[in-house]
């Protein structure tokens, strides 16, 4: 089984900074394509980043230059820093991954319970 597991999320001022992290852990062969999504209330789940296994990011409009991805394959980590942070990006943030474990080896797609992050003076 695999768990996905998110933190750092919390209450911050307009154009304040966060990082999110999202630790992966189970019987974890490889990990493939991982994303951070955000759903705000009363709207529909959104793409905010994603990053391959190999390092290549890609970025919703929303928050290009203000967010950056990473990960740390060695830790199965993920990581969102998130600054100029704007009241429009007050939303419950999800950890979504493509996972191979040692059980099923081809990869199967995960999501983490959620984060919320409120922007608010």
């Known amino acids: 089984q695999v768990q996905l597991v998110e933190s750092g999320g919390g209450l911050v001022q307009p154009g304040g900074s966060l990082r999110l992290s999202c630790a992966a852990s189970g019987s974890i062969l490889s990990i493939y394509s991982m994303g951070w999504y955000r759903q705000a209330p009363g709207k529909q789940r959104e793409l905010v980043a994603t990053i391959s296994s190999g390092g290549s990011t890609n970025y919703a409009d929303s928050v290009k230059g203000r967010f950056t991805i990473s990960r740390d394959n060695a830790k199965n980590t993920m990581y969102l820093q998130m600054n100029s942070l704007k009241p429009e990006d007050t939303a419950v943030y999800y950890c979504?991954?493509?996972?191979?474990?040692?059980?099923?080896?081809?990869?199967?797609?995960?999501w983490g319970q959620g984060t919320q992050v409120t922007v608010s003076s």
């Open positions: 979504n991954a493509d996972i191979g474990t040692i059980v099923i080896h081809f990869p199967m797609n995960y």
